[in-house]
């Protein structure tokens, strides 16, 4: 629904396009205007673009610890019905560059991962609060094995991975199909047709996914050069690049920086 202020010029309904007010004697453009229904705060104007206006490759800015960072769009809707819950059903970001470097942890499995932890307390915690409440919490597809069996399982759908900040999967980022490797996912918009050069941004960072051929298995990077390796070990120091999930309608000003 849209929302909007009308005021009355010559007996007619007119749409306020652009609301303006003062503060200490400057002028400043309304970014939201909120009314109260039944006791609860309505708001009744947005100001600003929508995400889901943007392309994929486009850039927005978010804070993170109050320095602004580029984020690419690197997807917009859900990627596939069948696969990811409905909760993906957004503007898929991620982080430009690397925003730390740190290992795996004890585990190879991302759900267990020092990452997946990290991602969803300390680093959620350095982005605005505007920001941090707006981020959808959504379910993505992810491995783990069978206790019973030792067989790697991968869930998806309504079973996936419940988190907000994530790492992105070997299959999100386009490469084919490959033994020892379980699906988690699909391509997502910014990775199809990418070459090595086109993902290589000079340091190596990880995914979330594992190869499954080596005793104990390995944990999939993006080496330095772009090209997918399977040397990534548990233990070792790599790259981690956030990427999260925005709903639609999020709005951002007229510089690209992201309001919430």
Known sequence: ??????????????????????????????????????????????????????????????????????????????????????????????????YTTMAFGDSIFYYESNIHSYLNNDFINLLDENIKNTIKQVKIPYTKRNLETYAYETFNGSNGLLTKVFLLSYTELGFP??????????SLGYFENKSATDISIGAAWWLR?????????????????????????????????????????????SNFNVIG
Request: aromatic share 10%; net charge neutral; charged share 20%.
């Open 1 to 98: 629904m849209e929302k909007a202020i009308y005021n009355g010029v010559d007996n007619v309904a007119r749409k306020v396009k652009t609301p303006y007010i003062g503060v200490n004697n400057v002028t400043r453009k309304v970014k939201g205007a909120y009314i109260g229904i039944d006791n609860v705060a309505r708001q009744c104007l947005s100001g600003g673009t929508t995400i889901s206006e943007l392309s994929v490759g486009d850039s927005v800015y978010m804070n993170v610890n109050g320095v602004s960072k580029e984020f690419l769009v690197i997807h917009q809707g859900n990627p596939d019905s069948s696969i990811y819950d409905s909760s993906c059903d957004g503007t898929w970001l991620l982080l430009k560059g690397v």
């Open 209 to 253: 996914s594992i190869y499954t051929q080596f005793t104990g298995g390995n944990i999939y990077i993006i080496a330095s050069n772009g090209k997918v390796s399977v040397d990534g070990y548990p233990s070792f120091p790599y790259g981690v690049r956030p990427a999260l999930i925005l709903p639609s309608d999020t709005l951002m000003d």
């Open 177 to 186: 199909n490959k033994e020892y490797t379980p699906i988690e996912g699909v």
